[in-house]
Every structure is written in C-alpha cells, then in structure tokens.
C-alpha cells in the first residue's frame, strides 16, 4: 500500500500460513458461528487467540494489514458498521442511516447522544473530522489514503509533498478539504466530488475513526502505545508487549459494553507452535492450516471443536510490474498460467479453492467464466517465448518474497517446483521476518520483484476490490500496475447509480486484471476453526472469520 488503497482482513489475524494478508473484513454478512450462544457468559471471562506477528503499525489513518486493523476495530467504533447477520452497514456511533442530498454527493451523519472515549471524555463530529483530517494529510501517509479521494478536496491534498510543496498551497489545499466536511451540532456532513454507492460503506471502517487530537499531539510518533491510544469502541489497549502479546479489556465507558473482561493477542508466527498453543489451552481459538488436518481428523475431540464456513479472501502471486522480468506482460501470463491451481489444493494448501480471478465466490462481481488463467502449460510456454530478450534474460535472477516460517516455506517450493518443471525457470526463494515483509509492501520502492498475499474485503462492493486494489491511483496497490482502460472502467463503475450498467463495468474490467496479469490469481479462501467449546458467538462469516460484533463474543464458566 504505497500510493494506492487496498484493506484487509479478520480481525483475528489467524491466518499462521500466510501470517501478513493485505484486506481486512471488518464488515462481515451472515454465516454460522464457531461457538453458538446461549450459555451464560462469564462475566470476567477472558478470551486468548493468535494474531501472528507483531503490528506494524496500529494508527488507525496509516494501518492497511489483517493483524494491525484487527487491533484498531476493538478499541474505535466508526460512524457505521456492519450487522454480522445481513452485511448491511447500520448505525454505530451515528444514530441513523445518514441523509443523502437529491444528487448524491452529499451524506449526513447524526451522533448518537452521550458517547465518550474510554477514559471519560465526550465525543463530538469534530473527532470524527480529525480523524478523515489525518487520512488526507499528507504528512501521515496513510496507506488507505485513497479511500477519502472521494471526499471533495482529498486527493488534491494527500497528492502534494509535505516536504517539498509549497507550503502556502498545502494550506490552500488543507483548507479546501476541510470545508468539504461540515460540522453543525451532533451533525457531520461530507460533501463528495461524485455519487458514491459505497460511501457509507467506508464510513464503517477503520480509516474514519475518531483519533483522539490531544492523544495524537501527547504520544507524537508514539501515540499508539497504550497510555495514548484512546478509543470509543469496545475495548482498551491495557497492554503492549512488544513481540509478545497485546492485551485488550472491556471499555466501561462504551454504549453496548462487551461481554468479555479480557481479550489477549499473542504472536505466534509458527503455525505449529500455535497448534501446539491450542492444544495445550494456551490459545482458545486457533485458524485451522493443511499440516494440521491428519491430526485433528485422529483426536475426537480436536475433531468436535472444527468449525467451518466461508473466508471470502483472495490469494495470488503479485509481480512488481515496474521491474525485470514481470514489466513484460508476456512473463506474467506464463508464470499465472503455468501452475496447476487444483494440485495446489489437493497437495498442499488443503483448505480453499482454485481461483481464476480476483473477487472471491459469494461476494458481488465474482466472476466464474472468467478462466484465462487457467493451467495451461503449452500456453504458458508460448507467452514466454513471445517476451522480449530483456525480460527473458532476467528470467535467471528471480525472486519470490514471503514471510518466513516453516509452514510458508513448504507452500512456496511447490510454486517453486512448478515454474522449474513447467517453464524451465529457477525461482529463488526470498523468506523475510514478518514485519519486514509488510514494510516493504507498503513501499512502492521496496516492492519485491515477486510477492505472495492475499486481499480480503472491507465490505460488500466490487469497489473494494477493483478500484481498492488495482486502481493506478490507489495508495495500496502493490503492482505498480497501469491500465487506462481498466482505470477508467472502474472510476465510472464507483459513481454508476444504475446498478445493472456498474455490474457490467466491473465484470469488463475484472476480465482485463486477468488478461494483463498483473497478478497470478491462486486459491479463495475458506474458514477453518478450532475453538474450544466455551468459546461462544465466535462468529464465521462470509468475508472472513472474525469477530464483526465484538460485543457478542463471550466464554463461559471453563470448567
């Protein structure tokens, strides 16, 4: 996410194999739980799952990865959020569904009554437009900065260089933005450049929430760190240790307070060592990975405590187009055509599906027919014989980026064993600590030559897909990728109020991301749980698994 927009993923970064995936599904539809309910709720019962690794970040304005968002959406509540059960974007710190002016660009939203930061203090709009303030400035860097494009003023101003731009422009600029969003009473108005369709969507996310001004000129570049990271949402950051653990507690001040007392984070990044973890009873939920099936499938009890249901992500090979050999686009339709996604499953990954395009089956824009990147290798052959010599030439100094640890390791020589037998190219295996890897995809002059990720929706909308992720003008994207024809596709298909013809357009330019391959598409995901049976509303949905209503998830009395 360096200049474009992408979003993340659960909130529980379980997701041990791949351990850092670009999306977060903070807005969820129905599903099944992992843990009905109707038990009774211990009231000082505490909850420990796995995010993986450390955060790189947890400003809510800047984050843009699975573990770091998962933190944010505890401890802030947006404007909107999503209901678990339906997918709809309902009330959260707004009362009521915003009023939307006759020609579409303008929303308005109204507080509720009585909110308040967990240490006491009342919230007012002007919270809420700090916090849209810092997402545009381009002093912070958001990675989801292009998520407020759509806000009149934006991205004239997240686009300027707070370093080198005039700095009489910067405040023009600055000035003009923050004109666009209106305060009036309990009142908060964005005006927009076009109709947006998705606009409330985004208001449900985690790139609005209401920083605290104060909190952030206190901490400065460490206002993340407990004593400062002051929220509205259900639960306090109480504890940071480094490396180790985050230990979140139930927020008394909230308006819905949280069944739970305690939830703890640790960071296992070794699959196995969670297992081991779940095992033992030191983690109350653990994400569920291929080398983990035999045992389970043995154990009777592991056996009783699998939950399934839909992920929604997406995973796939990213190549950095800007260099050698993946700027030609004959070396990236080889490489995505010549590996056979169905063995991928079958042998290795286990849990998921084989996927020819981007946006995940169930979700709106999915894309069946589309098969061009398909397991073909004669036609793979053929692309790479038609690369240029420059590009072929630098098919001997490959590599493949990946967060390291063992389970990551065997996944990625498979990919490995194929473009050697298949194309007769050598592959070396780059593996990185894991929050190095995510500062490196952040930036897009330390994007690697070739990347493994995944994307998992924000919210029900072929935007969040398309224009979040592959848009030239995103501040996520991690391609480097330009297609006039798809960019101008998708920026028509945002502001279409004809539902049918914006359909149409996405499914046009989704078959134009396939056909440039930018990225190899490899698998959707699918949810696979251990969680213990005191666990309760524990919820699998279909853009992931998470926690959507963190309010509801509660343990019982363990007995």
């Not at 993923?9 to 351990?19: D, E, G, I, V």
């Not at 169930?362 to 027919?369: A, N, Q």
């Not at 593996?431 to 897009?444: A, D, F, R």
Request: aromatic share 12%.
């Amino acid at each position: 996410m360096t200049q474009t927009r992408n979003r993340i993923w659960p909130l529980l970064s379980l997701m041990t194999l791949l351990a850092l995936v670009v999306g977060a599904c903070t807005q969820t539809g129905g599903g099944p739980n992992a843990s009905g309910g109707g038990d009774q709720a211990d009231p000082n019962g505490e909850l420990t799952t796995n995010m993986s690794a450390e955060p790189d970040t947890i400003d809510p304005q800047v984050e843009s990865f699975v573990n770091e968002i998962g933190v944010t959406m505890r401890v802030f509540e947006p404007l909107m959020t999503a209901d678990v059960k339906t997918g709809k974007v309902i009330p959260a710190a707004a009362k009521d569904q915003p009023k939307i002016s006759s020609d579409g660009k303008t929303y308005t939203y109204t507080l509720r009554d009585g909110l308040k930061y967990s240490d006491g203090k009342a919230i007012t709009p002007n919270d809420f437009k700090y916090g849209w303030q810092r997402l545009c400035d381009p002093a912070t860097a958001g990675d989801y900065a292009f998520t407020g494009y759509i806000v009149v003023g934006c991205e004239a101003w997240n686009s300027m260089d707070a370093k080198k731009d005039d700095p009489a422009k910067i405040a023009a600029a600055k000035t003009t933005f923050l004109n666009s969003i209106k305060v009036s009473g309990n009142d908060i108005s964005f005006t927009l450049t076009d109709p947006a369709p998705y606009f409330n969507a985004i208001a449900s996310i985690w790139v609005g929430a209401p920083a605290r001004e104060d909190m952030v000129t206190k901490g400065g570049d460490k206002w993340t760190e407990p004593s400062t990271f002051i929220g509205n949402g259900p639960f306090i950051l109480s504890e940071w240790k480094h490396n180790e653990k985050m230990v979140l507690t139930r927020n008394p001040n909230y308006r819905n307070p949280a069944k739970l007392a305690k939830w703890t984070q640790v960071m296992i990044n070794e699959g196995a060592v969670a297992f081991a973890a779940y095992r033992n009873s030191e983690l109350d939920v653990f994400g569920v990975a291929a080398e983990d099936l035999r045992t389970i499938d043995g154990d009777a009890t592991l056996k009783s405590q699998v939950a399934e249901g839909p992920q929604g992500c997406s995973f796939y090979m990213g190549f950095n187009t800007t260099k050698a050999p993946f700027d030609d686009k004959n070396v990236r339709i080889a490489f995505a055509k010549s590996f056979d996604r169905a063995a991928y499953i079958t042998d290795v990954q286990k849990i998921g599906k084989p996927s020819t395009s981007f946006i995940s089956e169930g979700l709106p824009g999915f894309d069946g027919s589309d098969t061009f990147q398909k397991f073909d290798v004669t036609a793979a052959k053929a692309a790479l014989a038609q690369a240029t010599p420059a590009a072929q030439a630098a098919l001997s100094a490959i590599k493949l980026t990946y967060n390291s640890n063992a389970r990551n390791k065997t996944r990625l020589e498979w990919f490995q064993n194929q473009w050697k037998t298949n194309l007769g190219v050598n592959v070396t295996l780059d593996p990185v600590e894991s929050t190095t890897y995510t500062q490196l995809l952040k930036k897009s002059d330390s994007t690697p030559q070739s990347y493994y990720i995944g994307w998992c929706p924000d919210y029900y909308d072929q935007q969040d897909w398309l224009t979040t992720v592959f848009d030239s003008k995103s501040t996520i994207s991690h391609t480097a990728w330009k297609n006039p024809q798809f960019d101008q596709l998708v920026e028509s298909a945002d502001k279409e109020p004809d539902t049918k013809k914006r359909d149409d357009m996405y499914l046009q330019a989704s078959k134009i991301l396939s056909q440039d391959a930018p990225v190899a598409f490899v698998y959707y995901g699918t949810t696979k749980l251990l969680v213990k049976p005191y666990v309760k509303n524990y919820y699998i949905t279909a853009l992931g698994f998470e926690v959507a209503a963190f309010t509801d998830v509660f343990v019982t009395k363990k007995t």
